[in-house]
């Protein structure tokens, strides 16, 4: 009896060994779990948030022997913060610095959010 009974509470404990806590399967940073923010890990496309502005990609360079070879002209986009009124927060958007002379010639970043739609409350 003692050895059907030991038997049992090895299984029992053996199978316990196994079910424990669950894997964690997203990753979050840090920072995103003090602000409860969305992940920081998302895949962006590389294109301007305000102006829409993505990679040329017929570009092409001319060897000296006349041999074309296409390339990626890739956009030059920089982090940026700017302060909303309309919100009342900053926002930081990834611009390219034509966007970013556009923000300036509208004088706000709301004033150029509104000319070209963008919803600057997802940002």
Sequence with gaps: MKT????LLALVASAAAFTG???????SSPAAVR???R???VMRERACDLLGKTANRKARVVTFSHKRIHKVQQV???WKRFYSDDLGRQVRLRLS????KTVNKYG????????FGVDLAKF
């Design 35 to 37: 602000s409860n923010a």
């Design 97 to 100: 610095t034509k966007g970013i």
């Design 108 to 115: 706000s970043i709301d004033a150029a959010a509104k000319k």
């Design 21 to 27: 806590t669950p894997l964690q399967l997203t990753r």
């Design 39 to 41: 992940s920081t890990l």
């Design 76 to 78: 030059n986009l920089q």
């Design 4 to 7: 059907v009974f030991a038997l």
